[in-house]
C-alpha cells in the first residue's frame, strides 16, 4: 500500500513505449548529462546524485538530471530521503539495441576530461 508521502515524493518517468529516439539523443548531446550515464553505466548500480560530482551549480544538476529522466534515459526513485538514479538500459536496448552501447563506447574513446579520465 502507497502512502501520502510516498506517492507525492514519487517521480514521473515516461512508459517505454513513449521513450523517443529523438529525445534520448538530445539528453545524451550534453557533456554533463553524458558523463552521467558513463558512471551510471559503468557502475551498475544505483546512485545518489550527489555521487557524480558534477562541476555545476545544484540547480544546472537538477536540470540535467530532469532532462535524462524526461527523456528516459534514467530512472529516479526515492529510498527514505535519498534520490537514486539508475540507468534504464534494458528500455533503451529494447527500444534502440546497440545505441547506447555504440554512444558509451565512442564516449569512452573520446574521454571527456571532465569525468578525470
Known amino acids: 500500500m502507497t502512502t501520502a508521502a510516498q506517492s507525492a515524493r514519487a517521480v514521473a518517468h515516461p512508459d517505454r513505449e513513449e521513450i523517443r529516439l529523438e529525445g534520448v ?8 548529462r553524458l558523463l552521467v550515464v558513463r558512471q551510471l553505466a559503468s557502475e551498475g548500480a544505483e546512485l545518489t ?16 538530471f530532469r532532462v535524462l529522466r524526461e527523456a528516459g534515459v534514467i530512472q529516479q526513485i526515492y529510498r527514505g530521503t535519498a534520490k537514486l538514479n539508475a540507468l534504464r538500459r534494458d ?6 539495441p546497440g ?3 555504440s ?7 573520446q574521454a571527456d576530461p571532465l569525468d578525470g579520465a
Open 103 to 109: 554512444v558509451l563506447a565512442a564516449a569512452d574513446r
Open 91 to 96: 528500455d533503451l536496448d529494447a527500444l534502440f
Open 25 to 32: 539523443l538530445h539528453a545524451l548531446s550534453d557533456p554533463m
Open 49 to 64: 546524485c550527489s555521487h557524480f560530482g558534477l562541476p555545476v551549480t545544484k540547480s544546472t544538476c537538477t536540470h540535467h
Open 99 to 101: 545505441l547506447l552501447d
